[in-house]
């Protein structure tokens, strides 16, 4: 299968606004039926061998352990129980407000019940109507659902094997439903002084950015940036951070709001000779770039291939 297979945003564009909503709706059972982690991790999914998981939640509020599957082979909903009890149904054809139903039927038909805290769109134009009312979003493409896992999937290992050169405290490789991206997080271990960020901000993202941190992920292009592209920040940015060189050529740091994101377009990694290779050398050149005017102890961090014993590597505490 090649590599980072094509997937323009405009060829999927209505897929993935029906998608990004069916996943928001099984994102805000995650929130509620599991115990809340450090950083939110707790609320991301995770990839699997058909699609993707909530892992499994529940046994709480006299609810079963229970799991919600999106199987992008043969393109259904699964809900299961611990028990082996399990009900699906087909992705295609619903809108946003049948598959809303349809999932909350099935768990209840095996025993589940969660309410929805906040039962909309979060972050999205339409963060207004309700799940239950959205009948616009319809469109479910099943070639583009499975291109979408595909490069998911891909994607996923290139950044477990970046994220394996760390020995600090970093997240999982982990696919959050609210922004519908990819990303992996490396820590510094200090914390941030609750004055460095402003007043108005909200508890999410608080907790989000409690510590110093640097992010590597991927995302498939929205209204502000049209086309898929793999990404990296810091929180706080350090200062001089868009002065930092970047690879391959073709990366560049754009400005975002108040700071800035290093950017590997899609397009361009996919036409390097070796995009893997690409893709690894811009998330580190983003790293040293990221961590080295923050200050970091990079050397103290470094874990080649994934290795920590000092026997192997040749390195002394």
């Known amino acids: 299968m090649e590599l980072f297979p094509p997937l323009p945003l405009a060829e999927w564009q209505d897929t993935k606004e029906t998608l ?88 209840a038909t095996l025993g589940a019940h969660v309410d929805i805290t906040v039962p909309k769109p979060f972050d999205l134009p339409d963060t207004a109507r309700p799940f239950a009312q959205d009948t616009e979003h319809a469109t479910y493409d099943p070639g583009h659902a499975n291109r979408y896992w595909q490069v998911l999937s891909q994607v996923a290992l ?21 922004t519908m991206d990819i990303a992996h997080t490396r820590f510094s271990g ?42 990296s920040y810091a929180a706080p940015e350090p200062a001089g951070l868009a002065d930092g060189p970047l690879t391959p050529a073709s990366a560049h740091w754009v400005a975002h709001h108040d700071s800035h994101l290093a950017l590997l377009p899609y397009g361009d990694a996919r036409a390097e000779a070796d995009p893997r290779a690409a893709v690894l050398g811009f998330y580190e050149s983003a790293y040293q770039a990221e961590a080295g005017r923050a200050g970091w102890d990079i050397d103290r961090f470094t874990a080649p291939g994934g290795v920590t014993d000092q026997q192997l590597t040749g390195r002394r505490g």
């Open 20 to 107: 990004h909503r069916f996943e928001q709706v099984i994102g805000k059972i995650r929130l509620a039926a599991s115990p809340r982690r450090n950083h939110w991790w707790n609320v991301p999914f995770h990839l699997t061998g058909r699609g993707i998981t909530t892992r499994p939640m529940g046994q709480t509020d006299g609810n079963p352990v229970f799991t919600i599957d999106f199987d992008f082979v043969d393109h259904q909903l699964i809900v299961a129980t611990l028990d082996g009890s399990s009900l699906s149904f087909p992705l295609l054809g619903q809108s946003v407000a049948s598959f809303r139903a349809r999932t909350l039927d099935a768990l």
């Open 158 to 178: 290139v950044l477990e094997e970046f994220a394996a050169r760390f020995s600090g405290k970093c997240s999982p490789v982990h696919h959050f439903w609210h």
């Open 190 to 231: 200090r914390p941030v002084e609750q004055p460095l960020q402003p007043p108005q901000t909200d508890p999410v993202t608080r907790e989000a950015y409690s510590e110093e941190v640097t992010s590597f992920g991927f995302w498939f292009g929205d209204d502000t940036f049209t086309g898929p592209a793999f990404y």
